[in-house]
């Protein structure tokens, strides 16, 4: 179960990165097939090697297993900017949320 998770949800967070199972690879310094035998559920990676690419990927490792954010990459950036906001922009932006979400 946890493999099928593991390969399917990095096969997905690389995409949303925009990057072939190569690129990612070279990216993160191994070998050139190293995320696709992850992928293709050959292996797993160690912790601390799973560490390293959560922070390419740049989310938490709580962010990976969170089965209910389908889209953890996006949510950081989202995040990353709004904590630039006033609270003025920030009760705004709220509203429109809000109003998108019951949509």
Do not use: W
């Amino acid at each position: 179960m946890y493999g099928q998770f593991f390969s399917e949800r990095m096969a997905r967070l690389r995409i949303e990165k925009g990057l072939s199972a190569y690129e990612m690879s070279i990216s993160i310094g191994r070998g050139r097939n190293y995320i696709n035998t992850i992928e293709n559920k050959k292996s797993l990676p160690s912790m601390t090697e799973f560490f390293y690419i959560c922070e390419f990927l740049k989310i938490t490792p709580q962010d990976f297993f969170a089965i209910d954010n389908d889209n953890p990459i996006k949510l950081n950036e989202i995040m990353a900017d709004l904590k630039l906001l006033n609270e003025n922009d920030l009760m705004h932006i709220g509203e429109v949320i809000k109003s998108l979400a019951h949509t």
